[in-house]
């Protein structure tokens, strides 16, 4: 699960600890009582089908959302797409330290981040894996299990994500593509998954710009 300051945004981003960001946005505003979806993203791993929500709502009292972009620099952009199995993550259980998440807490299942380049001029574009184009910052990340050891994660290391539609309106995104191939586990012995006919849809997704200090 996914969680920082503004300045810690963007690195956290490509890493798979960072799955929930803690937010705050007035658009999200009506979530505060309980968890409302911003998508979801779907894939076959090892042909087994897997359905994972985007959500916003709250975490001891404070707004999130497993799903948000920001500005990287002069018209660059990133998006990152945060999935659980459950509409409702306990979110109430995790562990905090100050602003950085330190356990998974009652959550158990598997957990998916994609972070991508936002590239509304573009569309539909694609970014292949391994990453070859310079200052692209991109990323799988899938977890078994949810887990803040990189023992436990798996990164795409051969794929493509197909990006077919990238709306910014009002601080907020939408988003929606396709992705597959191979991948490889990021520590530990070297195992590797198949995933397939992965698809993603985002929408209302906040500026991390709006996010808490």
């Not at 380049?117 to 299990?145: C, K, N, Q």
């Not at 023992?151 to 990238?166: S, T």
Request: glycine share 14%; hydrophobic share 40%.
């Amino acid at each position: 699960m996914w969680l920082a300051s503004t300045r810690r945004a963007v690195g956290l981003m490509t890493l798979a600890g960072t799955l929930v960001f803690l937010v705050s946005c007035g658009d999200l505003s009506a979530s505060n009582t309980g968890s409302a979806e911003l998508g979801t993203i779907t894939a076959m791993i090892n042909d087994q089908s897997q359905t994972w929500y985007l959500v916003t709502g709250t975490s001891q009292g404070r707004e999130y959302a497993s799903g948000g972009w920001m500005e990287t620099g002069p018209g660059e952009h990133v998006v990152s797409l945060g999935g659980f199995e459950t509409k409702t993550p306990p979110l109430d259980s995790f562990g905090w330290d100050g602003q950085m998440p330190t356990s998974f807490g009652d959550y158990t299942a598997s957990g998916i981040v994609l972070t991508l380049p936002l590239w509304p001029d573009r569309v539909p574009y694609t970014v292949a894996f391994p990453i070859e184009e310079m200052g692209v910052m991109a990323s799988v990340i899938h977890m078994p299990t949810a887990t803040f050891d990189p023992a436990g994660m798996y990164e795409l290391a051969q794929g493509v994500v197909e990006v077919h539609r990238v709306e910014l309106n009002g601080g907020l995104a939408t988003v929606e593509g396709t992705f597959s191939g191979t991948f490889i586990r990021m520590g530990g012995e070297e195992e590797s998954l198949t995933v397939t006919d992965g698809r993603v849809r985002g929408s209302r997704l906040p500026d991390l710009r709006a996010m808490a200090p």
